[in-house]
T-cell receptor
Framework: DAGVIQSPRHEVTEMGQEVTLRCKPI?????LFWYRQTMMRGLELLIYFNNNVPIDDSGMPEDRFSAKMPNASFSTLKIQPSEPRDSAVYFC????????????????FGPGTRLTVL | QKEVEQDPGPLSVPEGAIVSLNCTYS??????FMWYRQYSRKGPELLMY????GNKEDGRFTAQVDKSSKYISLFIRDSQPSDSATYLC???????????FGAGTRLFVKA
């Protein structure tokens, strides 16, 4: 079992550039989450999908952020244009649950993408 | 006020010490309480899971939930250097998917 796969692991870009982060969830998992982690704000939920459908994107900070899940095995988080304050570690997580949202619903996190915007 | 409050530490203890990590919360709808452990430059991983109030023990780890006080704790007995990590509390209500995480407490166990 490969676990949740994220790419790239590190990304350094300049302000104004487009950034695309990628995630492959664990096969068979129905829910996918994107988080952002910083020292100041901790771990923040940006958006989550269930069965490839966005359920709650209220955590997406601005219109510069967008996320897609075209199929059960792939999701992207895009930032356009990027700004220095977007610098953070971005995590993707998946969980087995269906729409009912089981109580013991463990989230499995990927290794994260460390984004630096200069 | 944040929904979940957690002291970020750092907390430094000698090997073999008992460690107490805590979180407070404001949302009485939370029913499921979790502790995740995050090693440096890794993603968080689930350590303990508790439903409603009470205690749960797993080896050297004990999770406690006091819903009346809106207070949860994680105890680590006989702490080891390998326990050095950031510990995040997390909680959610019934139904839905949204889990709220604490800021995490950095723990260092010195050999």
């Amino acid at each position: 079992d490969a676990g949740v796969i994220q790419s790239p692991r590190h990304e350094v870009t300049e302000m104004g550039q487009e950034v695309t982060l990628r995630c492959k969830p664990i096969s068979g998992h129905n829910s996918l989450f994107w988080y952002r982690q910083t020292m100041m704000r901790g771990l923040e939920l940006l958006i989550y999908f269930n069965n490839n459908v966005p359920i709650d994107d209220s955590g997406m900070p601005e219109d510069r952020f967008s996320a897609k899940m075209p199929n059960a095995s792939f999701s992207t988080l895009k930032i356009q244009p990027s700004e220095p304050r977007d610098s953070a570690v971005y995590f993707c997580a998946s969980s087995p649950s269906g729409l009912a949202g089981g109580p013991d619903d463990e989230q499995f996190f990927g290794p994260g993408t460390r984004l630096t915007v200069l | 006020q944040k929904e979940v409050e957690q002291d970020p530490g750092p907390l430094s203890v000698p090997e073999g010490a008992i460690v107490s990590l805590n979180c407070t919360y404001s949302n009485s709808a939370f029913q499921y309480f979790m502790w995740y452990r995050q090693y440096s430059r890794k993603g968080p991983e689930l350590l303990m899971y508790t439903y409603s109030s009470g205690n749960k023990e797993d080896g050297r780890f004990t999770a406690q939930v006091d819903k009346s006080s809106k207070y949860i704790s994680l105890f680590i007995r006989d702490s080891q250097p390998s326990d050095s990590a950031t510990y995040l509390c997390a909680m959610k209500g019934t139904g839905g998917f949204k889990t709220i995480f604490g800021a995490g407490t950095r723990l260092f166990v010195k050999a």
